[in-house]
């Protein structure tokens, strides 16, 4: 097996042995990029310099006897929405074309102290508000099981280009799905951490009280690892949370005898593809066959799509509308060039700046906050959240975990949605409601449809129990191949 | 209560955004199917249920007040499109 088809545990395992070296590990999923990246477009800045440099100091602490960290020597790459000190950020907008961010995230300088060796940046919609990776300004990411299709957004470059052996695992970010849905589409794990597991310093906000960052790994193994190297509470970030971080390397096989699976009926309605419903009863019986035991139960309005999807871009465009009136072309990002008062500087370097889905956005939120309208439609939205967030407790009170599908298809064509923003957010049906509720959930591949497109269930689970969901995501994984 | 071209410029006023005629358009019709489809909220009775405006409950938090320099100052000013010495520069704002 090639080395850039590796998982990060298998790739560790050689580096300690002394078999490869970092610099070699590094040098594959390079040239994997270089010789596939024309066609699917994961990435939009590639430091083959800086990470060849990265794995030459891993190679040295290696040789030296020094500890290279639970990373070392591993090849990551990071959705653009993240800040490398010195490197291009560029949010996927023509916006942040040319802005080189000043320090880096909290996550960067995690990865950094696990030894990873950062590769380069990867494709998402603009500012992260999409499903599909189309909005982004640099074009749009491929699916790499069929060309012709997206990659899942936002964060389709980077479950793209693990899919692909591009890299060996990567970053990403999950505001209402944005790490689990791409993780779907392209046959990847992708895990959504709790609201303030990991920290959000230096991760360009969408939605503030939604966003968080999470792992699209090549197995559920490589996802505990990773979180385990970047969760945990940082100053910088006044949300992120105080409680300890369990060690996730060790705990993820340890079986789930005993846990409570719950189905939510709202979860598997009969307009539900075949595809998705076939196989989100079959993880089930999958769960039970390695010892759990399932529980059907009701989720009234955190199980309602149309609830939840209402509800979620309520909020989301709020906030966002607020978190971007900083790209004002004053202290960084573009700037239109002619204007001669203040205020059509703002009005031309924003109309130039942003592309039509964040405008749309802005616009909607906006006026979903202005007087009048506040009521009826924000405040309106904040209840709903309650409510929803009071189902899952009352679930949790009943079951260790949910087990649901993460999309109601598989990968759609590429242009397809775009003329239509409502069919586009419809997409995201089953993935917004943990968002809302703050909660932790795992986007885990279980097969293939007839034509080949990979097909994921999602679990779900209270508060900072992600141990449990890498357990279960574990088994899953497990009963699929042999382990 | 629709959407009318009306509102969607007082909004991209106040968002600070010049659209086109077309987008202007374009962004009327959107709003409108787009809310529509959020009028579904109002078959659920929320009469007394408190709003949710952060996902895990939180206390006030707190530090010293104390200033901490950025060590890259420099790199923050560079990022600026138009600068003057120390000063960010803007077109005039009065006369």
């Not at chain 1, 004053?330 to 002619?338: D, E, L, N």
């Not at chain 2, 374009?26 to 109002?42: A, D, K, P, Y």
Request: with cysteine; hydrophobic share 40%.
């Amino acid at each position: 097996m090639a080395l850039n088809e590796l998982t990060a545990h298998e790739l560790k395992t050689l580096l300690d042995r002394g078999e490869v070296s970092a610099h070699e590990a590094t040098t594959a999923v390079l040239e994997r990029i270089e010789a596939t990246d024309d066609t699917l477009n994961a990435f939009i800045s590639v430091d083959a310099e800086g990470a060849l440099s990265q794995a030459a100091a891993a190679d040295r602490r290696r040789a030296a006897g020094e500890d290279p960290g639970m990373l070392g020597g591993v090849p990551v790459a990071l959705k653009d929405l993240l800040c490398v000190a010195g490197g291009h950020t560029t949010c996927g907008s023509r916006m942040l074309e040319n802005y080189i961010a000043p320090y880096d995230a909290t996550v960067v300088s995690r990865l950094r102290q696990a030894g990873a060796v950062i590769i380069g940046k990867t494709n998402l919609d603009e500012f992260a508000m999409g499903s599909s990776t189309e909005s982004s300004y640099y074009g749009v990411t491929r699916n790499p099981h069929d060309n012709s299709r997206v990659a899942g957004g936002s964060s389709g470059g980077s479950a793209a280009a693990v899919a692909a052996d591009q890299t060996i695992l990567a970053i990403g970010s999950d505001t209402g799905g944005s790490v689990r849905q791409p993780a779907a589409y392209c046959g990847v794990v992708g895990l959504k951490p709790t609201y303030g597991r990991v920290s959000r310093y230096g991760l360009t906000a969408y939605a503030s009280s939604l966003d968080q960052i999470g792992p699209l790994t090549k197995d559920v193994q490589d996802a505990a690892w990773t979180l385990e190297a970047i969760a945990g509470h940082d100053r910088f970030d006044s949300t992120s949370i105080q409680a300890q971080v369990p060690a996730y390397s060790q705990s993820f096989n340890r079986g789930i005898k005993g846990m409570r699976i719950g189905l939510a009926r709202e979860h598997l309605p009969p307009e539900l593809d075949d595809r998705i419903a076939a196989v989100t009863r079959q993880a089930a019986l999958s769960l039970e066959h390695c010892g759990a035991e399932l529980v059907d139960l009701e989720l009234p309005v955190a199980g309602r799509g149309e609830y939840c999807l209402s509800s979620f871009y309520l909020i989301a465009m709020g906030e966002s509308s607020a978190n971007l009136a900083r790209y004002d072309g004053v202290k960084y990002g573009h700037r239109a060039h002619g204007a001669t008062d203040l205020q059509s500087m703002y009005q031309n370097t924003r109309n130039q700046g942003f592309g039509d889905e964040v405008k749309r956005r802005i616009i909607l939120g906006t006026y979903v906050l202005s007087a009048g309208y506040y009521d009826a439609y924000y405040l309106k939205a904040q209840q709903v959240r309650t409510l929803i967030r009071r189902d899952f407790e009352q679930a949790f009170a009943r079951c260790d975990a949910l087990l649901a599908p993460v999309t109601p298809g598989p990968a759609f064509r590429i242009g397809e949605k775009t003329d239509d923003p409502l069919q586009m957010y419809l997409t995201d049906i089953y993935t917004v409601a943990v968002n809302l509720a703050g909660i932790p959930a795992i986007s885990v591949p279980c097969g293939l449809s007839a034509e080949g497109l990979p097909i994921s269930v999602q679990l779900l689970g209270p508060p900072l129990q992600e141990e449990k969901l890498l357990q279960l995501g574990h088994a899953l994984e497990c009963s699929a191949r042999p382990c | 209560m629709p959407v009318e071209l009306k509102d969607v410029r007082a909004v991209a006023e106040l968002a600070r955004l010049a659209l086109t005629a077309e987008e202007e358009t374009r962004l009327v019709s959107q709003l409108n199917e787009i809310l529509g489809f959020m009028e579904t909220l109002n078959e659920l009775d929320t009469r007394g249920v408190e709003p949710t405006s952060h996902p895990v409950p939180m206390e006030n938090v707190t530090r010293k007040d104390q200033i901490e320099p950025f060590a890259a100052r420099g790199d923050l000013m560079a990022a600026a499109p138009e600068v003057a010495g120390d000063y960010y520069r803007v077109p005039r704002i009065m006369d």
